[in-house]
């Protein structure tokens, strides 16, 4: 069974917007770490943002910062990644991710391995033209 599915990508120009959606069949009654990967092509797949599901802002790499912002709705069980001044090295596949270990959300942020994330969606594409 799916637990964490992604929506919302697609193609845009540089410098639009786009909002991804993780819907979670997790247990909602229980704390997570989620977070928010990327993967372009012939690169590692990388950490772009997390959030606890238990209260709090979010934690951003470096190369997102001021641009995108992660959030979570946990009456919908559904976390978001809000994607703004979009630029052509910001194509990848985007997966949303959930860690049980989320008493170090924001202190592994970046540092956590990413076998700690138990459960994986299965992307989605977001390709920026120039």
């Known amino acids: 069974q799916v637990q964490l599915q992604e929506s919302g990508g697609g193609s845009v120009q540089a410098g639009g917007s786009l909002r991804l959606s993780c819907a979670s069949k997790?247990?909602?009654?229980?704390?997570?770490?989620m977070a928010w990967f990327r993967q372009a092509q012939g690169k590692e797949r990388e950490e772009v943002a997390g959030i606890y599901t238990g209260g709090g802002g979010g934690y951003y790499a470096d190369s997102v910062k001021d641009r995108f912002a992660i959030s979570r709705d946990n009456s919908k069980n559904t976390m978001y990644l809000q994607m703004n001044s979009l630029k052509p090295e910001d194509t990848a596949m985007y997966y949303c991710?959930?860690?049980?270990?989320?008493?170090?959300?924001?202190?592994?942020?970046?540092?956590?391995?990413?076998?700690?994330?138990?459960?994986w969606g299965q992307g989605t594409q977001v390709t920026v033209s120039s």
């Open positions: 997790l247990n909602k009654d229980r704390s997570w770490c």
């Open positions: 991710a959930a860690s049980t270990r989320w008493w170090s959300c924001q202190s592994d942020f970046e540092a956590r391995a990413q076998s700690e994330y138990t459960f």
